[in-house]
């Protein structure tokens, strides 16, 4: 056979794709198509053409982009960034368009007017690694324009790029020309340090309360078995500092901290707190707390659960879009599994989709990390739920089979009971995911979502008020958890076995019209109608819910949507339904 000469060259190709993209198509297509055809006509096509380069394809969000000299590249991705930047101006945040570019320089093979080979792939996965308005290059790139720009750059390691055979070494562009800061490795799951409280009150009384916040917080967060918390001893000598975040992570290698400070007026006591990303300065959230100084103790542990819960959930959502600093395949797999942890939290069929992608590479790479198959676990029972996976006895102990698994391997870690608890809740084993919500609360007593799923169970029993109690703490613990629509169903359904209808219609109603899913909110919500004799809203109801699963009988709200234990409640939730207008 005759081998075809193939065209090679050396290219300095530059990768460019928007952020969100289908987020901002699906709020808004057209304007969106309008607005990147001026920004590809206005802003790129200009830059492009006055650095020599070349556009050689355009698919939709994206653009890979060839330069002769990989001087011009960066400085046409600098340009870039900023032009689009200055282009937003005025823009609500949610219609902003903004890139993430990758740029390598190495050999691409021709054909026509396309480009392709390693030099065109890594240069896109340089890019799919980049924050949101940023520039990562590859070290060719690197070692091709030090000296001959006024740039600086962050030296990000190694990377393992997916379909890249040989790690990559990564840098990110720093316009303010200063000496690019050392690399810094973090540990294999989201890193905190806790830097002692400021007592802002001026009474030295106050500072007993100051350090032992700090302490307390810094227990309450060693407790998390998904957090890697950094010890006092080490923080305690940032005590009456100044501290820049971004030294502090680099120092004590984390990848966030957090400050706070205590202040004291008359009869009440207020604390701040706020997590930094160290990597960028950049907040992930911060919170006031106000309370009237009657026991400062009670005062203290209040504060320590609501920082813990909240800042657990805002660091798994704040790493969505961290990239992995590790090339070993082990420490590539943990960083999927978090990717996966963090975006379960959308709990949406495409959400899904992604986390089994996820975890079933993670466990290509490395068989053996217990979250993988925790989450495996908990993405099984998920999908039955919400009627993507059959409800059936076959399918219940193929989710029984693989919680046990999940927990034999992490039996100290509390999403593994909270997995555990989902299993028996989809089984009805009620009485068992109590006992395993209660076994996770005791390795994290602050985690919301065990207390949200406890709530369920106890309302499910029929134990009301209890279930009420559990999900308010979960609510007050962690006000900012994307799972919070969870507790106020579980407040409905306990308002509902408690006979007290008029408010589980109106907690019910409330969520279903704000959700697509659960359907649980929408048959609580058409129930709860009928209870109230309000028919014509009760039919509106049911119609909510036909439209997302036409084939909903009653019988499905009984098995697989509303895990009701006791007969009285089963038989007034069938009655309620049957007059509400859903099938049987």
């Known amino acids: 056979m005759v081998q075809e000469n193939v065209q090679r060259r050396l290219a300095a190709i530059v990768a460019a794709d928007v952020v969100g993209y289908s987020r901002l198509m699906e709020a808004d297509e057209a304007g969106t198509l309008a607005v990147l055809k001026m920004r590809r006509k206005e802003v790129l096509q200009p830059l492009v053409s006055r650095h020599q380069g070349r556009i050689f394809k355009i698919a939709g969000d994206s653009a890979l982009i060839e330069f002769v000299s990989a001087v011009e590249a960066v400085a046409c991705a600098f340009e870039l960034q900023n032009a689009m930047t200055a282009a937003n101006i005025g823009l609500p945040k949610d219609r902003q368009i903004t890139l993430r570019i990758g740029i390598n320089l190495g050999d691409v093979m021709v054909e026509g007017s396309d480009l392709y080979g390693d030099g065109v792939n890594i240069a896109a996965r340089i890019e799919a690694l980049a924050d949101p308005g940023s520039v990562f290059v590859s070290r060719t790139v690197f070692n091709h324009v030090r000296g001959k720009m006024n740039f600086g750059f962050d030296d990000l390691g190694e990377q393992q790029l997916k379909n890249i055979g040989e790690p990559v070494r990564i840098f990110r562009l720093r316009p303010d020309g200063e000496s690019a800061e050392p690399f810094v490795v973090f540990p294999d799951k989201p890193s905190i340090a806790v830097l002692p409280f400021q007592n802002l009150s001026g009474d030295p009384e106050q500072e007993f309360f100051a350090d032992g916040l700090t302490e307390d917080i810094i227990a309450a967060l060693s407790r998390i078995s998904g957090l890697w ?68 103790f009670e005062i203290q542990d209040d504060i320590t659960r609501s920082v813990a819960s909240t800042t657990e959930t805002q660091v798994y959502l704040a790493e969505r879009g961290a990239p992995a600093l590790s090339p070993s395949p082990q420490f590539r797999a943990r960083d999927l599994v ?193 209870a109230v004799g309000q028919v014509d809203e009760a039919r509106r109801a049911v119609q909510h819910c036909l439209a997302q699963r036409p084939d909903l009988r009653i019988e499905h709200a009984l098995t697989v949507y509303l895990r009701l234990e006791r007969d009285d409640d089963r038989a007034r939730l069938t009655s309620f339904l049957r007059a509400a207008g859903l099938p049987e």
């Open 338 to 530: 978090d990717r996966a942890l963090r975006r379960m939290h959308d709990q949406t069929p495409e959400a899904f989709a992604e986390v089994s992608e996820l975890v079933e590479e993670a466990l290509r790479l490395d068989s053996s990390i217990p979250r993988a198959h925790l989450l495996r676990a908990f993405l099984f029972i998920q999908r039955m739920y919400f009627g993507i996976t059959p409800y059936s006895d076959e399918n219940v102990a193929r989710g029984l089979e693989l919680a046990r698994t999940a927990l034999r391997l992490a039996p100290g870690d509390e999403l593994a009971h909270l997995v555990m608890s989902e299993a028996y809740g989809v089984a009805r084993q009620l009485e068992d995911a109590v006992a395993e919500c209660e076994r996770g609360l005791e390795i994290n007593p602050n985690n919301s979502d065990l207390l949200g799923n406890l709530g369920a169970y106890l309302a499910g029993l029929g134990k009301s008020q209890e279930a009420i109690d559990a999900c308010s703490l979960a609510l007050r613990l962690n006000p900012r958890s994307p799972g919070n629509f969870w507790r106020h169903i579980n407040i409905a359904i306990a308002h509902f076995t408690a006979a007290n209808y008029a408010a589980a219609l109106q907690e019910s109603k409330n969520v279903a019209r704000s959700r697509a899913h659960p359907l649980s909110s929408g048959i609580i919500w058409a129930a709860s109608a009928a």
């Open 229 to 296: 918390v950094v010890a006092r001893t080490s923080t305690s000598m940032y005590k009456g500092k100044p501290a820049d975040v971004k030294q502090v992570g680099r120092e004590l290698g984390v990848r966030y901290v957090m400050e706070g400070s205590v202040r004291r007026s008359g009869e009440r006591v207020r604390v701040t707190a706020q997590l930094v990303d160290a990597t960028t300065g950049h907040h992930v959230w911060a919170e006031r707390y106000d309370r009237a100084l009657a026991d400062l």
